[in-house]
């Protein structure tokens, strides 16, 4: 009884790039390859990013010349920047897929419930 949702949510198809059913040459199929390749590399990028700025911020502490002070606080400020803009073009590339119907495994199904 325990794991009768698990089953049940075991059979949920999803709609979009995965199921599928998008056409390869269609803009569909490109916003789903461009989506897919996102997918995989943002969070590389996002791990990226949190090292750099954590080396700036290491680098920023521990140095005693205003030189390296400076290379660490421009470094804080460049990780920063660069999360940004990955968490953007991620956001861009989500609402584009919504537009076009292709939101994936994004939308949740519908959860079963067991009246006693």
């Known amino acids: 009884m325990a794991f009768m949702p698990f089953m049940a949510l075991a059979q949920y198809q999803s709609q979009g790039c995965d199921s599928g059913s998008v056409q390869l040459g269609t803009l569909q199929s490109i916003i789903c390859t461009v989506g897919n390749i996102l997918d995989t590399v ?3 990028l996002v ?3 949190v090292v750099y700025f954590i080396w700036g911020v290491i680098s920023y502490v521990i140095s005693d010349d205003e030189e390296a002070k400076k290379k ?3 470094r804080m400020i460049y990780g920063i920047i660069g999360l940004v803009v990955i968490v953007a ?3 861009l590339v ?5 537009t076009f119907g292709l939101g994936g495994g994004s939308q949740s199904p519908e959860i079963p419930t067991v009246n006693f």
Do not use: A, Y
């Open 42 to 44: 943002i969070p590389i």
């Open 72 to 74: 660490g606080r421009d």
């Open 94 to 98: 989500g609402i584009v897929r919504n």
């Open 89 to 91: 073009m991620w956001g």
């Open 47 to 49: 791990v990226l990013g």
